[in-house]
């Protein structure tokens, strides 16, 4: 059985709030929510593309149309998730040209799917998976983007705009859940927000997933943070 807490937050009022997450059915767009008892986890999180001005649209978009599949998918179906993907992008790119709701918007896609039959992970920009472990926050995924090591660097993969450049990356550095694993999907504006060394520090500390997470969402809190904020913590339940 998973715990799973996730929140989701502008970070900074002056920003547009692009940023969405999905747990099994949920798609979240403000606040913070907890679930326990999850024999199987689908969690998202989409990052509009700020350089285009209806990026939420979009990523609201995609999160609402891997809803319709939830009951579908599962960690070995990873070419149907991908035709899944490939129409849903489509669609996408055709509203961009013919919807004035959706006309200059994009969205990045990162999850992972954890159930019986194993861990898939999806990776469709910048956004990440992270994993803590001991003492160790360690990224996962690798971001699709023009230069890795320039802050910023632009997109080279996404859902969306009025030309198809998504690209999906099924690979990743994680390939089955260990115990005692904290999974953390994250649009990229967490690390921006708060440090390595401090979240390494409330995750190591005392007390269940739901009050770590929360204390991070509290500091995070505290001040204008420089990105949108979107998150999903991710661990195994202990035996009673």
Not at 58 to 74: E, M
Not at 101 to 119: I, N, P, Q, R
Not at 129 to 146: A, E, N
């Amino acid at each position: 059985m998973f715990s799973v807490s996730y929140f989701c937050n502008p970070g900074n009022p002056q920003r547009a709030h692009q940023d969405r997450v999905y747990v099994n059915g949920v798609v979240l767009t403000e606040g913070i929510l907890h679930a326990v008892g999850r024999r199987s986890l689908r969690c998202f999180v989409a990052d509009g593309v700020g350089s285009m001005i209806n990026s939420e649209h979009a990523a609201q978009y995609v999160l609402r149309q891997i809803g319709r599949l939830d009951n579908v998918i599962n960690s070995q179906e990873r070419d149907l998730f991908q035709t899944h993907l490939l129409k849903i992008n489509k669609d996408l790119v055709q509203l961009n040209r013919n919807s004035e709701k959706y006309w200059k918007s994009a969205t990045t896609l990162c999850g992972l799917v954890l159930d019986e039959h194993g861990l898939m992970t999806v990776n469709v920009g910048d956004s990440e998976i992270l994993v803590f472990r001991g003492d160790m926050l360690s990224r996962v995924t690798t971001p699709q983007v023009y230069d890795e090591l320039t802050p910023n660097s632009p997109l080279i993969s996404y859902l969306g705009s009025s030309r198809e450049e998504m690209r999906v990356d099924f690979d990743s550095f994680y390939h089955q859940y260990n115990k005692g694993d904290i999974v953390i999907v994250t649009t990229d504006g967490l690390l921006k927000a708060i440090s390595k060394k401090d979240l390494r520090s409330i995750l190591n500390g005392q007390g269940t997933l739901q009050q770590k997470v929360a204390e991070v969402y509290s500091v995070l809190q505290e001040q204008p943070a420089p990105d949108n904020l979107g998150a999903i913590f991710i661990t195994e339940e202990e035996s009673t």
